[in-house]
């Protein structure tokens, strides 16, 4: 019986330990497009922090610059992203 009990107790945590990664995964995810939004606002015409905050910033935007850059050239075929998605190569 203790043994069920165990192994019940040790399913649970596994669960709820892959969840909480889960969710600090995401929330890691939306802090950066809120970054993002902060240093690039200017796109879509929200007001941006002064130019030499933004540029100061600018080097930790490299990753999600390249994003954008991926995403709008796939923006044209959206079939190619789904492709990419899938590694359907």
Sequence with gaps: MMQ???K???FIDSLFRSKATDLLE???SELEHIFTLL???NFIGMPLPTWHIALELLPY???PL???LQKEQLSAAPLSELFSNLDIG
Aim: glycine share 6%; net charge negative; hydrophobic share 45%.
């Design 8 to 10: 019940f107790y040790h």
């Design 26 to 28: 995401w929330e890691v």
């Design 61 to 63: 935007m490299e990753e």
């Design 39 to 41: 240093v690039l606002g």
């Design 66 to 68: 390249t994003e954008l």
């Design 4 to 6: 069920k009990l165990k």
